[in-house]
């Protein structure tokens, strides 16, 4: 086995691994270390990935891993009353998902090892210079030029390098979630329900993963008193007879934190890069990450190659991360930071109000963080002054 | 923090998510080996990973309890 290696990665979900077959295919050694025995494992998420996604990464749907297809969005307010939005994509089985990442990072030249937990990085003339691992009673040392820290909300070894990545209270939510099975829901949609009650700041939703089965979850303000679970288990309890979860199956349960905003203006130091979760890299406002992480791995894989070339592994050098992915990806995520924010203050009544005048493509456009389309937006609230008062606060 | 009270987790609740030690700023905590593992002096007793926790599985206790339950001593009421 080689010793030496250009890169390691901690972490081997979708954002670490994307790196790795990226920077493999630019001709760099590259390692992966996963703490857990099994790639893919535990599933912490929703599985939800669009097409466009997908398409946008150069990735063929593969019927392994591509799940169940949806068409579209149910969003509802607390009222019941929903607005529909078209959109095509899968709830995958992210647990083979992952595997088939690791084999395309694989085959394309790079090493995945499972059960690797990396418990400390080593720093040479105060620049990283290597990863400390443990396998099953064995310390291992791996040293290399860049490290990159995808080691999920943890996000344990970009600290350790001294960067600023624990994740502000303010920014996190407390997921929870139940893969069900017999039970009765429209299967070609997912489903939103948003409301104070429902989920503080977050929403409940069913993302179906077969005609009869689904993802069912919730994500909440971390800052709540009362557990995800314990909302998640109310609105189940509420909404029992409407989808037949009374007798239900439930085949697997899941939790994590979800970063939803704290966005890293600076995501590298000495040899070292930050990707995914562990960079807060997610939708502020529905919290999907997968496709973030992939997008930004791809990006700090080019920004390796060109420190490979340079065989400048500087902050100076790596900081084109920070460069070309707040273009790419962060000042978007910004404005939808911006607009979490104002739907955080929102009450049942304006969500209420906002399903009976917003249109599909309205809330396409909200989830876009699309800036214009908001200031269209905040015209049809005028005549609300609560709304309007909220708007104007935000696009100030 | 010494005011008699600590961190206390509960083994039986984790769903080994991690979001403790992420949300945690004082880097007290770490997941090793499928358990949390608390450093009882940096903890500041803050309550962000014990709200924060989907299931409950963190919660604040008065000392003596938490070393009564560790060695199996049954405490008088």
Redo the contacts between chains.
């Keep these: 086995m080689r010793r030496d290696w250009d890169v390691v990665v901690v972490g081997g979900g979708p954002g670490g691994l994307w790196f790795a077959k990226n920077a493999a295919e630019k001709g760099l050694k590259v390692l992966v270390l996963e703490r857990k025995k099994e790639i893919g494992t535990?599933v912490?998420c929703a599985e939800g990935f669009g097409k466009e996604g997908l398409k946008e990464l150069g990735i063929e749907p593969d019927v392994r891993w591509s799940g169940w297809e949806v068409h579209g969005a149910k969003v509802y307010a607390p009222n019941g009353k929903y607005v529909e939005v078209k959109g095509e994509g899968y709830v995958i089985e992210r647990k083979i998902f992952e595997k088939e990442l690791a084999k395309m990072a694989t085959r394309a030249g790079a090493t995945v090892l499972a059960f690797h937990?990396v418990?400390d990085i080593i720093k040479e003339d105060g620049k990283v210079s290597g990863v400390k691992a443990r396998f099953i009673g064995e310390d291992k040392e791996f040293r290399a030029n860049i490290v990159v820290a995808a080691d999920?909300?943890?996000?344990?070894i970009a600290?350790k390098a001294g960067l600023k990545t624990?994740?502000?209270?303010y920014h996190?939510d407390?997921?929870?979630e139940y893969q069900m099975v017999g039970i009765d829901i429209d299967a070609d949609n997912i489903h939103l329900f948003f409301g104070t009650e429902i989920a503080p700041r977050g929403y409940v939703w069913i993302f179906p993963t077969d005609k009869d089965a689904a993802n069912v979850g919730i994500g909440i303000d971390?800052?709540?008193?009362k557990?995800?679970?314990?909302y998640l288990d109310k609105w189940i309890e509420e909404h029992k007879d409407e989808y037949g979860f009374e007798d239900a199956s439930i085949i697997e349960?899941?939790?994590?934190?979800i970063?939803v905003g704290g966005l890293l203006k600076d995501m590298v130091t000495d040899g070292l890069m930050v990707v995914g979760d562990a960079a807060h890299q997610v939708h502020p406002l529905h919290g999907g990450g997968m496709f973030l992480a992939m997008e930004a791995g791809a990006i700090a894989a080019e920004v390796a190659a060109i420190a490979h070339e340079k065989e400048d592994f500087s902050k100076d050098t790596l900081s084109l991360y920070n460069k070309l992915w707040w273009e790419r990806r962060g000042n978007q995520l910004q404005r939808l930071v911006k607009i979490r924010q104002m739907f955080e203050k929102l009450t049942d009544d304006d969500f209420n109000f906002l399903a009976e005048i917003l249109t599909p493509e309205d809330i396409l456009a909200i989830s876009e963080g699309h800036w214009e389309a908001m200031k269209t937006i905040a015209k049809k609230v005028v005549k609300h002054p609560r709304l309007a008062a909220l708007f104007a606060k935000m696009l100030t | 923090m010494n005011d008699g009270r600590r961190l206390y987790w509960d083994e039986q609740k984790c769903i080994r998510c991690g979001l403790c030690v992420g949300i945690c700023p004082f880097d007290a905590l770490t997941l090793e080996d499928g358990k949390i593992v608390i450093d009882h002096d940096k903890c500041t007793l803050c309550t962000l990973c014990v709200k924060g926790c989907p299931v409950a599985a963190l919660m604040i206790r008065p000392q003596l309890e938490e070393i009564a339950r560790e060695r199996g001593v049954a405490l008088e009421a």
Excluded: H, L
């Design positions: 535990p912490q937990e418990y999920g909300f943890e996000s344990k600290r624990f994740q502000q209270a996190a407390s997921g929870f971390a800052r709540e008193e557990t995800a679970k314990w349960v899941r939790g994590g934190g970063p």
